[in-house]
């Protein structure tokens, strides 16, 4: 009689269903079928914007006050997903939707993060062990507006922004190399452009073209950033641009630019420790997923 559809019912996982390696292993490649599937999207992959909703969901994160992070995924509701730093990310969190819809039981915070680490590792990034264990709260939860980097401004609040994290100056250079991917767009941030020429590939190019390309101001109506004076493809963030101009950031730029396994270890490390920030975790055992092109 009506056999198929109650014997689909049975497999339907509910709210309560605890996660296995292999039901994530399963969203890992759901999410990674969603990266190129319209060809038309910036430059034929989602993955950027989906890092930079992981990034945004985590970097929220005061070590002080043990608030912000990526437990909870406040940016669902205003104030914090009309905050200046998150345009433009609805089309990340609507991208997610279906699958959340199809795994209720993953929650929205895991699964941000679950899609950031499929983002990295699916654009020839490292490797990036998960752990699930993030809970959804309510808009009461959002984090205060200006946590996350302005990037008009100088390495004074770099540091301010991510010592507040907990992170170092090694790490901030380590984790700024995600800027190797995607691009800057006119109508989120208000800037305009890639910084490398491989957008959905990560390399430590961020690095190199900071180093031996010649920047100049572009002369346009938007904010001040800088193109690179050859091809006036590319792009550089103030903020990025302060990564050579201070000595302390500017030795582990040199760093990264001249051996690029050295970057992806420790940017794996970075990310891994960003994802992580302030999630009251039941679980110690991490998962790392395969890629769907090994
Ligand atoms: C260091 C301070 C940072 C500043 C000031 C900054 C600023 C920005 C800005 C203005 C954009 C353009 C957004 C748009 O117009 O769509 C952007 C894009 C992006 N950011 Fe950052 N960012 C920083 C650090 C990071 C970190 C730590 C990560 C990840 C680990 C990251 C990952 C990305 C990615 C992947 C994009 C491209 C998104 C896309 O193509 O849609 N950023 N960032």
């Known amino acids: 009689m009506h056999s198929g559809a109650s014997a689909d019912k049975i497999h339907i996982k509910g709210p309560d269903h605890k996660g296995t390696f292999e039901d994530y292993q399963q969203i890992y490649n759901e999410i990674a079928e969603l990266l190129e599937s319209n060809s ?20 929220t994160y005061d070590i002080e006050t043990k608030t912000g992070g990526s437990n ?10 009309d905050h200046g730093a998150n345009a433009g990310l609805k089309t990340a969190r609507d991208l997610l939707e279906p699958v959340k819809q199809k795994h209720p039981w993953i929650s929205y915070s895991d ?14 990034g490292p490797i990036i062990p998960f752990r699930p264990g993030r809970s959804d709260r309510d808009a009461s939860a959002c984090a205060p507006d200006e946590r996350l980097p302005n990037a008009s401004k100088g390495a004074r609040h770099l540091r301010d922004i991510f010592y507040r994290m907990g992170f170092d100056d090694r ?36 690095y190199k073209l900071l180093l031996d390309e010649k920047w100049q101001w572009k002369k346009w109506n938007g904010p001040a950033e800088y193109e690179d004076k050859k091809t006036k493809s ?27 396994s050295v970057f992806m270890n420790e940017f794996r490390d970075a990310v891994l420790k960003l994802f992580e920030l302030g999630v009251p975790f039941k679980q110690e055992e991490r998962y790392t997923f395969k890629r769907t092109t090994d």
């Open 40 to 59: 038309d999207y910036d430059d034929g992959s989602y993955g950027p914007i989906l890092l930079r909703l992981a990034w945004h969901a985590s970097g």
């Open 72 to 81: 909870g995924a406040t940016m669902r509701f205003a104030p914090e997903s």
């Open 111 to 124: 699964l941000w993060i679950l899609g950031g680490i499929c983002a990295i590792q699916e654009m020839l």
């Open 171 to 206: 790490e901030i250079v380590a984790l700024s190399g995600a800027h190797a991917l995607g691009r800057c767009h006119t109508d989120s941030s208000g800037y305009s452009g890639p910084w490398t020429f491989s957008p959905t590939v990560l390399t430590n190019d961020y």
């Open 234 to 260: 590319l792009m550089m963030l103030p903020t990025d641009f302060e990564l050579i101009k201070d000595k302390e950031f500017r030795k582990h730029v040199e760093r990264y630019a001249k051996d690029e």
